[in-house]
């Protein structure tokens, strides 16, 4: 589908947002390649600062510990808020630029790049985090949750007159000693819950 581009009389440009909703859950003739994760939110006070775990910080934990088992942050050191999003994943690739004795190409599973929908808005420091799925692409019930990135960029993606088309994600892996129980605050985005 395309759209009406007022940067040149008569042009039409492809509409990407509508490529990514297309990328993310398919379509008719085509299935998604987006996947469901969790998208841990760290909430901020009114001057955009992090909200401290009071719980961590009653019982000493600095921040920097942040693999403490916290039964109210589960070890994050920050109050926080989880959503379900779609998302791909692509793995990154690491080119030395013969900088370094390593081959170029080499995949880099430490670092590994997410995309999402416009309504997603991610920010650095937010942790996504995956769950298994089942063979169809589905969340089953318990949720389980599987690994966890540390968001390190985030790259909004804007075309013409300031029109936001997607987000693009840096994510380290980030090694999480205590999930914690199974979600503690959820609500449905991008539509309903996974199915």
């Known amino acids: 589908m395309r759209y009406r581009s007022g940067l040149w009389s008569g042009g039409s440009d492809i509409d990407i947002r509508n490529e990514i909703v297309t990328l993310l859950n398919g379509t008719n003739s085509d299935f998604g390649r987006g996947?469901?994760?969790?998208?841990r939110r760290l909430?901020?006070?009114g001057n955009d600062r992090l909200i401290d775990?009071?719980?961590?910080?009653?019982?000493?934990?600095h921040v920097a510990q942040s693999n403490s088992v916290c039964d109210r942050c589960f070890g994050v050191g920050f109050i926080w808020r989880e959503e379900w999003f779609k998302t791909f994943q692509w793995t990154g690739i690491r080119n030395s630029g013969g900088r370094s004795?390593?081959?170029?190409?080499?995949?880099?599973?430490?670092?590994?790049?997410?995309?999402?929908?416009?309504?997603?808005?991610?920010?650095?420091?937010?942790?996504?985090?995956?769950v298994i799925?089942?063979?169809?692409?589905?969340?089953?019930?318990?949720?389980?949750?599987?690994?966890?990135w540390y968001i390190t960029l985030v790259t909004d993606h804007i075309l013409d007159h300031g029109r936001l088309e997607y987000f693009r994600v840096l994510a380290n892996d980030e090694t999480v000693k205590y999930f914690g129980q199974p979600l503690n605050y959820l609500e449905p985005s991008n539509g309903s819950l996974p199915r």
């Open 133 to 148: 799925l089942d063979d169809e692409g589905n969340v089953p019930v318990p949720y389980v949750r599987k690994n966890s």
């Open 101 to 130: 004795h390593e081959d170029a190409g080499t995949l880099d599973y430490e670092t590994n790049i997410f995309y999402f929908n416009k309504d997603t808005k991610p920010r650095a420091g937010d942790r996504i985090i995956e």
């Open 53 to 61: 775990c009071m719980q961590c910080k009653k019982k000493g934990y």
């Open 43 to 45: 909430l901020r006070d």
């Open 35 to 39: 996947k469901w994760v969790i998208l």
